[in-house]
């Protein structure tokens, strides 16, 4: 089943979405137009006096990659929405462009002077890669107010220990032994190593916590922490690959398959800067929001008890509608849209080779209102994405095919502008995972 589609009046004031073949009913009447392919959204050509409104709410499920969305209409998933934010690419443009600034500085060629004594933080200050973060998700938590009636958002406060994390098996005052004990471990575990067996690669079975290192060939019974009883000597392996290697080294273990070996290694290593990303940017996004509607907050364990309970499979979607307390769901959906952040472009006046040379010039300005990469309407050829020229004609490409045909400005009608986004569909879900149960 696809997404509810969003319908405002007239007025653009927001009314309850409908159902896809609804959409396409009052579209087929011309009792409605195309507003917006993105979220998909229809407009209707009159306007409704006293709407009857059921509200929704949106729920958020926020991550360091990704961003899962969904709206909730009476304990029933209408829409979802899967979010892939670019704090990375952020971080390594950044970088890149420090290394350009810093070599021109020792070639004594033309430059900014360094910023180094006389900055200023101001209080709350978030790094350009996590503060992105925050913004994207405000700025599609007020795109789908416009065109839904939201009363509430939801939203996961998550909070990763990252000193339980560091040495998992402390304990004393600080962190007396509870239900929950090592939750945080054991999630930060399921989402680094993919949710399968490190040396097997088996999927969708019960897994262990696994000591890359033996506890017996070094240490989590020291008295004194030391480097092996961090996460990075923690892996996740099947009942069956835990027995085989039992105490072994690892490099004994795997000898014959090397390449495994260089993997796990270098993947142990990896640094916890995702949960450090959720822990820096957690309360900040808590704070825009509620400057936005009433916020109420969930916790991680009770999202997966409720995924847990319900029989859902894991999907960032699906863990945003099991945020917060409930009693029952329906997925009225399974196909929820993808949204990859690619930023809007068009900074930079001119791409530079190795040697720091323009090769090519990146107008700024869009060509007679357009811009490549803008959703069009065609009296003739349909929807599809256009390509302007300075001279003569536009290039159409419509949805769904190869190649593009020569169309004139003034035929076409603008339904979705560049907006720094790329948009895909997700594969359905089995017909087994959309209906609740208990």
Known sequence: MQNYVFVIDTNKQPLNPISPKKARRLLDKGKAAVFRMYPFTIILKTAVDNPTISPCQIKIDPGSRFTGFALVQNN?????????????????????????????????????????????RSEGWLAPSLKHRVLTIETWVKRLIKFCPINEIWVERVKFDTQKMQNPEISGVAYQQGELAGYEVREYLLEKWGRECAYCGKQNVPLQIEHIHPKSKGGSDSAKPTLRERVSNLCLACEKCNQRKGNKPIEEFLKKK?????????????????????????????????????????????????????????????????????????????????????????????????????????????????????????????????????????????????????????????????????????????????????
């Open 258 to 438: 090397p390449s495994l070996l260089q993997k796990i290694k270098s993947k142990a290593k990896q640094p916890l800067k995702d949960a450090a990303a959720v822990n820096t940017t957690r309360n900040k996004l808590v704070k825009v929001l509620r400057s936005v509607k009433p916020v109420v907050t969930g916790t991680g364990a009770q999202t997966k008890y409720n995924r847990t309970r319900l029989g859902f499979p894991k999907q960032h979607w699906i863990d945003a509608a099991c945020v917060g307390d409930i009693e029952m769901l329906t997925l009225k959906t399974s196909q929820p849209l993808l949204v990859t952040c690619i930023g809007p472009g068009g900074r930079q006046k001119a791409a530079l080779n190795k040697y720091g040379y323009p090769v090519r010039h990146n107008p700024l300005k869009p060509i007679k209102g357009w811009i490549t990469g803008d959703i069009a309407k065609h009296q003739k050829l349909g929807i599809g994405k256009v390509t302007p020229r300075t001279k003569g004609s536009f290039g159409f490409t419509p949805l769904g095919m190869k190649g593009y045909k020569s169309c004139k400005p003034q035929d076409i009608s603008a339904i979705h502008r560049k907006d720094g986004y790329t948009y895909s569909f997700c594969e359905l879900l089995p017909e087994s995972s959309r209906k609740w149960s208990s």
């Open 76 to 120: 029933q998933v209408i829409w979802a929405m899967e979010l892939e934010h670019r704090g990375g690419l952020i971080k390594k443009k950044l970088e890149a462009r420090s290394a350009v600034r810093r070599g021109r500085r020792n070639r004594h060629t033309r430059y900014r002077k360094p910023r180094f004594l006389n900055r200023r």
